[in-house]
């Protein structure tokens, strides 16, 4: 992307004078597949067992949509990424050159070539003294339930799907989060996917009838399952398609038997990402029962309903690794990753 195209952005730097004396800002940034969220945070001083403050001082937080490139490409998921930071610091107060250091998690960062090239672009963007970082977003995800430490096993089930584990020696491992077409069974997407199947299944006299049937046609206002069809493929969109999860839920919730089904795969897939990441990294020991953080996060996770997936995603991992310990993070991804990049700054103090 070339530079001009998002530099209007920064005209509100010119002749502002930062709020606060001047502190030195970290930002970070959790971008996903539903939306971008940017965090403005003040470096707290280094000092010998200093740990962050807890929960840590936000001074300003923004908004955007989608900055996955798979999703939107790279274009637009780089200028969403661009404007959320600049409405962050704006909202603070503060101007580029207040930032010592800049962490993105982003989804889609799937590879090291990912990484290097929005690096590259991210340090194009700031003052050369700042320390950029680039990981997935189930690394920002991670640091949000371990205050900023990358050690254990997260498990984001929102939109999409990944299961991500580190061991304290630095080794790394990933289990799904290819996208929905490569099969990200057990993300919203997934979820909501298998149910408009359903509908269409029984419809059609191949599977079933079902109460999704009812509750998904009245959500999205149609008369008819065959009009399923051009609602879908007009907007594919991964987070749309999603957004159908808590009808799924609900009629699972009243004894709808093909939802509780597609839920009850669901788990099996989530569980079975976590399992993978915690055998090759060997995170709870060879025999399985040693203890290990496992981080969840993502909105299919959520503990507010009677069908909780979250806890039959525990009931069912701890049968295996009765040592693994469930955290639900008290701070958003994006606190997380600034977390971590002050993590990575005190270390190099």
Same mark, same amino acid.
């Given at each position: 992307m070339k530079r001009e195209r998002n530099e209007g952005i920064w005209d509100f730097e010119h002749g502002l004078l930062p709020l606060g004396g001047g502190q030195d800002l970290i930002l970070g940034l959790d971008g996903g597949t539903t939306s971008t969220v940017c965090v403005c945070m003040p470096m707290f001083p280094f000092t010998d067992g200093c740990l962050p403050p807890d929960p840590p001082p936000v001074l300003a937080r923004a908004v955007a949509g989608c900055s996955n490139h798979n999703s939107v490409g790279e274009t637009a998921a780089k200028e969403t990424l661009e404007s959320v930071m600049a409405d962050a610091l704006l909202t603070s107060g503060s101007t580029r050159s207040a930032v010592r250091a800049v962490c993105l998690a982003v989804s889609g960062v799937n590879h090291p070539t990912d990484q290097q090239r929005i690096l590259s672009w991210l340090r194009a963007i700031f003052p050369n003294d700042v320390k950029c970082f680039v990981h997935n977003d189930a690394v920002a995800a991670m640091a949000s339930g371990t205050m900023g430490k990358l050690h254990g096993c997260v498990l984001i089930a929102g939109t999409g799907t990944i299961a991500y584990g580190y061991t304290e020696d630095g080794r790394e491992a990933r289990a799904s989060g290819a996208g929905? *077409? $490569? &099969? +990200?069974?057990? !993300? &919203?997407? &997934?979820?909501? @996917?298998m149910a408009l199947t359903s509908v269409i299944r029984a419809y059609d006299g191949r599977g079933p009838q079902t109460m999704l049937t009812s509750r998904i046609l009245h959500e999205l206002e149609l008369s008819s399952p065959d009009e399923l069809i051009g609602w879908t493929y007009a907007d594919p969109s991964w @987070?749309?398609? /999603? /957004? $159908?999860?808590? *009808? *799924?839920? !609900?009629?699972?919730? /009243? &004894? +709808? %038997? *093909? /939802?509780?089904?597609?839920? $009850? +795969? @669901?788990?099996? %897939?989530?569980? !079975? !990402?976590?399992k993978a990441v915690v055998c090759r990294l060997g995170l709870c020991g060879k025999d399985g029962k040693g203890s290990c953080p496992l981080v969840m996060v993502g909105g299919v996770l959520q503990a507010n309903r009677k069908w909780d997936i979250g806890k039959e995603v525990i009931s069912c991992i701890s049968k295996e690794f009765p040592g693994m310990l469930p955290i639900r993070p008290k701070v958003e991804p994006a606190v997380g990753a600034a977390l971590l990049a002050w993590n990575v700054l005190k270390k190099q103090s």
């Open positions: 929905p *077409v $490569l &099969g +990200d069974w057990g !993300s &919203g997407y &997934g979820i909501a @996917a @987070a749309r398609i /999603a /957004a $159908l999860v808590p *009808v *799924v839920v !609900s009629c699972a919730e /009243a &004894g +709808d %038997e *093909v /939802a509780n089904g597609i839920l $009850l +795969d @669901a788990v099996q %897939e989530l569980a !079975s !990402s976590i």
